[in-house]
């Protein structure tokens, strides 16, 4: 309205304007970034990761390159259903291992072609998250994380111990999809194909956000009760969230099977795993597109340099524990919207969120004051009632 | 869905509870004709939010009947009842705060296929709501409070509701604003809206409604045209917290209540 524009007001203008105003420092819409910024951001990053391998000094680089997009499929599955529907799963890691396993198994037992057995494995993993979903999904807030959380500690158990079909805590070898490639060319190789499949995840994402579907599930992680009696088949909705979920996870967690050869049940369905997907997506800032990916990036880029560093204590874990307190506390909504905040700091304030200005305001109060002197007192504001048996607090507007 | 039935909304009889406690609602009856505004005013416990829970699919009644526009909904859920052209607008602020206007609206329309009867709908809205189509990108947590309740009352309206059940929309705002609330509840009933409101402001309320419903202990003690209701000296006594100034010398102190109710 007026020569104001669309922004998170946090400003009262003076004793006049004494409504609350609620700061909401999330308002993701195309008119505070023009479209074209947006596209020119989105090409330069895209350009950035395409020629990442060839700027690359040297294998290790590279494949940190890999671990760090992995991390970002994952986290960006998690948040189909974390950043849609509010539902935060701590226990994603679920999916990711058998997303892993399923590749790794199918290639060992079937015979299969490695890529054909990731699709499989991920038609399989979706099959198991219906059910799972149904049960986990009937129950919300503390009691869904811990549901999620004992479903990976229970996929842990029966990997580790299920010895003969699954290697157990030997490992299980995953032979490597393309034999013939040396190992930067292989690490190469398997960054486009996670760059590929981020790209898909976030494509579909940006399309959910912005369909009548992705409402319903925004409207859900408000109220979902709410969101309920307005004809949202809240149940419906949030399964096929979460499977989608689950399903983009898996992929990750394929893929990263037959690229690093190597699985171990207690790094798959590590509740760790899980914890860093949150932890970057709340970082990133879980109602942006880009958010998972930006939280990745750092958390990533942290992780191994923590490993790098302190490698053979447990410090790495207490970074990354330390990191995640951080970002709780002083970026809760995460870093796109309180970067967004900063910029908007410099730019033009919106100073109220009344219909009137404050200038406005004082010339009807003075309009008010020539023209109907004392009018506010003489119809609806009686004092001088009489005690009644009824006027309790919430009613003391009648008592005249 | 033509029926013979001169009401959108009738409650018959309802008896209804929670839980094992004794009964809140003891054969209560209401009926709500088309374009009225009928305000149930009460003490505090004399049920009139279950009234509301009841009429909206919230609370199933013990016994007892609900009909919309001429179909019995008796025992269905929110959604269902819904169907039938019943929208409740909830007590307390209950836009989705960090959702913009307009997905605020348009989940009202959430169970309307045709997009093209949704663009009809979402202008109609904004132009008995102004503020609605003005602050169609912002974020509805940034709208006032008297905002945020035109805001709700459009998302109710997206379904084109024969009935709307309103759970005291003046609840936190100032005066004044409370004032343009109960303009828009009149704008909707002129738009051949049956408003069933359950307001806690009573004397406000009946100024507004064209038939007054007393409740008390969980019937409807006394119905009649609302501007009686407000000229009974004896009623606003009991019901209405006290007896203003001007009505006291008008009606007289040994007036009857305007209607007996059942």
Redesign the interface.
């Given at each position: 309205?007026r020569n104001v524009s669309?922004r998170?007001?946090s400003a009262a203008l003076g004793p006049a304007v004494t409504?609350t105003?609620?700061v909401?420092p999330?308002?993701p819409?195309r008119?505070r970034w023009p479209r074209l910024v947006s596209l020119a951001l989105v090409v330069i990053g895209a350009a950035l990761v395409l020629s990442f391998p060839f700027v690359a000094p040297n294998p290790y680089i590279l494949s940190a390159g890999v671990v760090i997009l992995n991390y970002a499929v994952l986290s960006t599955g998690w948040n189909f259903m974390g950043g849609f529907t509010g539902y935060i799963s701590l226990g994603h890691a679920a999916y990711f291992g058998l997303g892993a396993y399923g590749t790794g198994l199918i290639v060992k037992y079937l015979q299969l072609p490695g890529f054909v057995a990731w699709v499989l494995a991920a038609l399989l993993v979706v099959a198991v998250s219906i059910p799972v979903g149904i049960a986990a999904l009937r129950v919300r807030g503390a009691s869904f994380v811990i549901v999620s959380i004992a479903f990976v500690l229970i996929l842990l158990l029966v990997f580790q111990s299920w010895r003969e079909f699954t290697g157990g805590s030997e490992g299980l070898i995953v032979p490597r999809p393309f034999p013939d490639l040396m190992r930067p060319e292989h690490h190469r190789v398997f960054f486009y194909l996670f760059a590929a499949l981020l790209a898909a995840a976030l494509v579909a994402w940006w399309i959910i956000d912005r369909s009548?579907f992705g409402?319903?599930l925004?409207?859900i992680r408000?109220?979902e009760d709410?969101?309920?009696?307005?004809?949202?088949p809240t149940t419906r909705f949030k399964l096929i969230a979460y499977v989608l979920s689950a399903l983009v996870t898996a992929l990750g967690g394929g893929l990263y099977a037959l690229w690093f050869g190597d699985l171990d049940p207690i790094f798959q369905f590590s509740i760790l795993v899980g914890s860093y997907m949150v932890l970057m997506a709340l970082l990133g800032g879980v109602r942006h597109l880009f958010g998972p990916l930006l939280g990745a990036l750092v958390v990533g880029i942290a992780l191994e340099y923590f490993k790098l560093e302190f490698g053979d204590t447990q410090f790495h874990l207490v970074a990354a524990g330390l990191l995640l307190g951080v970002v709780v506390l002083f970026m809760p909504d995460g870093v796109i919207p309180a970067v967004r905040a900063l910029i908007d700091r410099f730019r033009p304030q919106q100073t109220s969120?009344?219909?009137v200005t404050a200038a406005e305001l004082l010339e009807q109060n003075r309009a008010a004051a020539t023209s109907e002197p004392r009018a506010g007192a003489s119809s609806?504001?009686?004092a001088?009632?009489?005690?009644?048996p009824?006027?309790?607090a919430?009613?003391?507007?009648?008592?005249? | 869905m033509a029926s013979e039935s001169k009401y959108l909304l009738e409650l018959n009889d309802i008896e209804a509870g929670y839980g094992r406690a004794a009964l809140v609602l003891r054969g209560l009856t209401v009926q709500v004709p088309p374009a009225t505004v009928v305000c149930l005013v009460g003490p505090n416990g004399a049920g009139k939010s279950t009234v509301l829970k009841v009429a909206s699919g919230m609370l199933a009644p013990r016994s007892g009947s609900i009909v919309v526009d001429g179909v019995d909904v008796t025992g269905t859920n929110s959604q269902h009842m819904l169907k039938h052209g019943l929208a409740h607008v909830l007590q307390g602020h209950s836009v989705f705060r960090e959702m913009t206007v307009a997905e605020n609206v348009l989940l009202g329309a959430f169970t309307i296929k045709d997009q093209k009867a949704i663009d009809e709908r979402v202008a109609f809205v904004q132009n008995l709501f102004p503020i609605v189509g003005e602050r169609w990108k912002q974020l509805a947590g940034l709208l006032s409070g008297g905002q945020q309740k035109q805001v709700e009352f459009a998302r109710s309206l997206m379904v084109s509701p024969k009935v709307v059940l309103l759970d005291e929309p003046s609840m936190g705002l100032d005066p004044k604003t409370t004032a343009k609330v109960f303009e828009q509840v009149a704008r909707m009933r002129d738009a051949g809206t049956a408003v069933l409101l359950v307001e806690q402001n009573a004397r406000r309320a009946l100024e507004t409604a064209d038939i007054g419903c007393v409740l008390d202990l969980g019937r409807v003690h006394i119905s009649g045209p609302a501007p009686e209701l407000l000229a009974d000296p004896a009623l606003g006594d009991l019901y209405l917290g006290g007896r203003p100034a001007d009505s006291a010398h008008v009606g007289g102190s040994t007036a009857e209540p305007a209607t007996k109710g059942r």
């Open positions: 309205m669309e998170t007001a409504e105003v609620v909401v999330d308002t819409r008119s009548k409402t319903a925004k409207s408000e109220d709410k969101a309920r009696s307005l004809g949202v969120i009344r219909d609806d504001h009686r001088g009632a009489a005690p009644d009824h006027a309790d919430d009613n003391r507007e009648v008592v005249r | -």
